[in-house]
């Protein structure tokens, strides 16, 4: 899917099923929690603390489809077409960073 097809979807979702979109703060607030819950099972899954046994069955994939969720929510809610704001991005990071990475003897 695309993501401005992500974007229709998840706003009709909340139209749907959510009544409305909580306000902005309190929905940058909720990414903070599920951006929480990704850190959680990278630094213990992936990094050096140990893996609790509650967390053993947490699904990755889910919990940053709960950020990517949130994410879109805030973009819907403030205008943002998150597929163009993307492009631009990659377009800005091509433009600034073609050569710093490549060049950059700790990646070597």
């Known amino acids: 899917m695309k993501v401005s097809e992500a974007q229709t979807i998840i706003d009709q979702w909340i139209k749907d099923y959510g009544v409305r979109y909580f306000d902005e703060l309190t929905n940058t607030a909720i990414l903070m929690e599920e951006v929480g819950e990704v850190a959680r099972i990278m ?3 992936y990094g050096e603390q140990s893996e609790k046994e509650s967390d053993k069955n947490k699904d990755l ?3 940053l489809a709960d950020v990517l969720f949130v994410l879109i929510c805030i973009a819907n ?18 433009n600034r960073d073609h050569n710093r990475h490549k060049n950059n003897e700790k990646l070597q």
């Open 43 to 45: 630094a213990r899954r």
């Open 61 to 63: 994939g889910d919990e």
């Open 77 to 94: 809610q403030t205008g943002i077409d998150l597929e163009e704001a993307l492009k631009k991005n990659l377009e800005k990071k091509t």
